[in-house]
């Protein structure tokens, strides 16, 4: 797909690629994101829901009693947007908002039977997306794609995100 002039690689082993390599890197991460948006729009949509509340229910999902800053943090989302997510939820009957014991500013975040009867469907219909999106991928260049991928997340961050001991 490339030329081997594309790629240039100093004496330090380090690795510079061309424009024309940015720019599909850029434009295929923006396009999978948008695509992943407007599905999980569509699949939150049907309980009432705007897509910032699916990281949210997914997440709590093994972990309820984490707090809303918590969850910010790990998440990487503002917490503006967490602020307005969770009102939202709460309304809705997804989740229950409870002060923090050890700390009166943090609320605890729990899910209510009905977030929990509604968060399979909504994992499924994910996993299902995903899977038709890399369906043409073998497992090899599916193990190459996330590796890379979490290299550069973590260069973007400067955290080691998916470390044993990290939240994912």
């Known amino acids: 797909m490339f030329a081997v002039s594309s790629v240039f690689a100093t004496s330090k082993g380090e690795i510079f690629l061309d424009k024309k390599m940015f720019a599909i890197i850029g434009k295929s991460i923006s396009i999978l994101h948008y695509q992943k948006q407007k599905n999980v729009a569509a699949m939150m949509g049907a309980y009432g829901l705007r897509s910032p509340s699916y990281g949210f229910l997914s997440y709590l999902k093994d972990r309820e009693g984490i707090t809303q800053r918590e969850l910010c943090s790990i998440l990487f989302i503002n917490e503006a947007v967490a602020t307005r997510t969770m ?63 979490k290299e550069m997340a973590e260069q973007a961050t400067g955290q080691d995100l998916f470390s044993p001991e990290a939240e994912v």
């Open 87 to 149: 009102g939202t939820l709460e309304k809705k009957g997804f989740i229950i908002r409870k002060r923090s014991e050890t700390d009166a500013r943090s609320y605890e975040l729990y899910l209510t039977n009905k977030a929990k009867a509604v968060i399979p469907k909504l994992l499924k219909s994910y996993e299902e997306w995903w899977e038709q999106m890399s369906k043409k991928l073998s497992l090899k260049k599916m193990e190459i794609l996330c590796s890379c991928l």
